[in-house]
């Protein structure tokens, strides 16, 4: 029962794979055609040699972003926020790196931004959540996160006003 022990320790309440409606089972060497990640041995890989790349597929990741199933959001707001946007949206970017360093299915698929704040969807919880990690602990400011019922959906508001 890993999964109730996971649901137990509120940082760590991402999804299980086994809940992601997009999941599916691959073959070997298949590749998406949208991103270029490459699926070898049930794992997808950032890089891989032309080789290994024989099945042309769409990645579950370029499908959430296709339909817009975005199981994160971040909410960014204030002062502080608008007025450091281009030096946000970096580390953000950045974020993003790293993560689909580890996880090569971790994708922002949209920003969205406007006058009151900057909104970040992602296709999966925990790439919304170390964002806004990330945020704060760069910045500070106001972070809360929100977990859907079911836990698939994490909405994250990041907040700083001076
Ligand atoms: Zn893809």
């Not at 699926?39 to 990741?61: G, R, S």
């Not at 993560?99 to 009151?116: D, F």
Request: with cysteine; glycine share 4%; proline share 2%.
């Amino acid at each position: 029962m890993r999964r109730e022990k996971i649901k137990m320790l509120s940082y760590l309440k991402f999804t299980e794979d086994s809940d992601d409606p997009y999941r599916c089972e691959y073959p070997n060497n298949s590749y998406c055609t949208e991103c270029d990640i490459v699926y070898i041995d049930k794992n997808w890989k950032l890089k891989a040699d032309n080789e290994f790349k024989k099945n042309p597929i769409v990645c579950p990741a370029c499908k959430k972003i296709k339909e817009e199933y975005y199981e994160g959001i971040l909410y960014l707001k204030g002062n502080f926020v608008l007025g450091r946007k281009d030096e946000i949206l970096n580390l953000i970017r950045n974020e993003e790196k790293k993560q689909r360093a580890r996880t090569a299915l971790s994708k922002i698929g949209k920003i969205v931004e406007n006058a009151e704040e900057i909104v970040v969807y992602t296709t999966n919880d925990r790439l919304a959540y170390r964002i806004g990690k990330a945020l704060f602990k760069a910045y500070k400011g106001e972070l809360t996160i929100r977990w859907s019922d079911d836990n698939i959906f994490t909405r994250v508001y990041w907040e700083r006003n001076d």
